[in-house]
């Protein structure tokens, strides 16, 4: 275990700014003289490393993202990470966590499997999708942080103005009708329970043939819908598997749920579009850089979208009557 707690150690004491743990694990085992193996694994936003030593353990190692710190809560991530392994929600037991920059070291899951993409256009998929998140939406996890999307939005806004960045036409006529938007959050209509916060395809993970759900980043006290309007609008799902996830999840609140699912969807459009002009900042190559210039035009184009439908118009005036009514 000794490599284990040199990375311990390493974690505990420095804030990284920028690191190649590859050579921290060389510099080590050429101190140490372990039989250290060390891989990159996939990641969109992190750097993320599996490493072994000279027993059968394995563990991954997280780098978070340039700027994520802005718009994440790292000590919440922590508490929520362990208190959803705890759970049974969340199979990556926590070894070390550094609070100041998100660095982690969790054990590896082994016996795994990673959901394919495809999979969740099944409908017998998207049902235990539906179920893993209304059992999650209905524990007793008991995270204390809630979830603010508006507040992330200007943190990262913010850090993309001082970068310079130039924002396309989509993102301004989106920004104009936020904050009509926000003003509906504090209405007794959402609620407060423990969610995932992000429930992208890379996060679901089959372990012995369980669902279950990595990365806690975003996870904190929200409307359950968000995670389900999320979900939709990251695999484009159409009106019939929203119907499917709809159902599955809750036969008796169909309608209501609908109704707050069109109503998140443009929110997190604008997100995901404002998202992807930080990783325009952050790629190296011409190629990923033009990738993210159309991923951000494009979400910020369906969000624009979202809004014209009258569907959405018909949800706005639902809200208000609601909020005339409290």
Known sequence: MRFL????????????????????AQSFLKEQGLNLSFSELPGLTNKNYLFSGHNTIRYVIRI???ATDLFIDRESERK???RAFNCGFNPARIVCFDIRNGTQITTYVEESTQLPFQDLYKKEMVCRVAHLLKRLHSSKIN????????????????????????????FYLLQQKMEEMKQYLSSPFFEQ?????????SN??????????????????NDPAWDLALLSC????????????????????????YKKMLFFKPIIEYWLGTWGLLQVLVKETVTEKDFFIYFSSSRFAKGQRYMDQLEFQEVLQFLKEKKYEN
């Not at 679901?204 to 006290?221: C, K, N, Y």
């Open 64 to 66: 978070p993202g340039y």
């Open 234 to 257: 990251v695999v484009n799902y159409s009106n019939e598997m929203d119907q499917w996830l709809i159902q599955y999840y809750n036969l008796e609140e169909t309608s209501l749920l």
């Open 204 to 221: 679901f993970i089959l372990v012995s043939g369980e669902l279950m759900l990595l990365d806690w980043e975003h996870s904190g006290l």
């Open 5 to 24: 707690w040199f990375f311990i150690i390493w974690v505990s004491c420095n804030a990284i700014e920028a690191c190649d743990p590859l050579s921290i």
């Open 193 to 201: 329970l423990p969610s995932h916060g992000d429930p992208v395809p």
């Open 143 to 170: 995270f204390q942080n809630r979830v603010d999307i508006f507040q992330k939005l200007e943190k990262l806004i913010d850090l993309l103005k001082k970068q310079n960045t130039v924002f396309p036409s989509g």
């Open 80 to 82: 929520n990470s362990i």
